[in-house]
């Protein structure tokens, strides 16, 4: 369990968004994946933490952008796990530029 500073912001992070968090997510369930994906031709890093509830869907979007680079990353749980994840991005957009 987080420590109360880091719960305090989580909740925090969910109250500024009551509003407004549907519509994320209703454009990206809403948005054809299968038919625009394959188009993407940039650079493009799949990532997600194993404990995301998203997860189990991540091999399929890297079957639809196979040139993609897929890689599970550690989360920001804690000070390590957030550095490891960092460093993943960093990697991705550095070897992007």
Do not use: I, N
């Not at 209703?26 to 948005?31: D, E, I, K, S, T």
């Not at 550690?74 to 550095?83: I, K, Y």
């Amino acid at each position: 369990m987080p420590d109360a500073d880091a719960l305090h912001d989580k909740v925090v992070e969910v109250l500024k968004a009551a509003r407004s968090f549907h519509l994320p997510y209703r454009a990206a369930l809403g948005h054809d994946k299968r038919a625009r994906l394959p188009l993407v031709s940039v650079p493009t890093l799949l990532t997600c933490a194993a404990d995301d509830m998203l997860y189990q869907y991540l091999d399929a979007v890297h079957a639809l952008m196979p040139d993609a680079r897929c890689a599970t990353h550690h989360g920001t749980g804690t000070p390590e796990a957030l550095a490891r994840t960092v460093a993943l991005f960093e990697q991705h957009f550095t070897a992007s530029a």
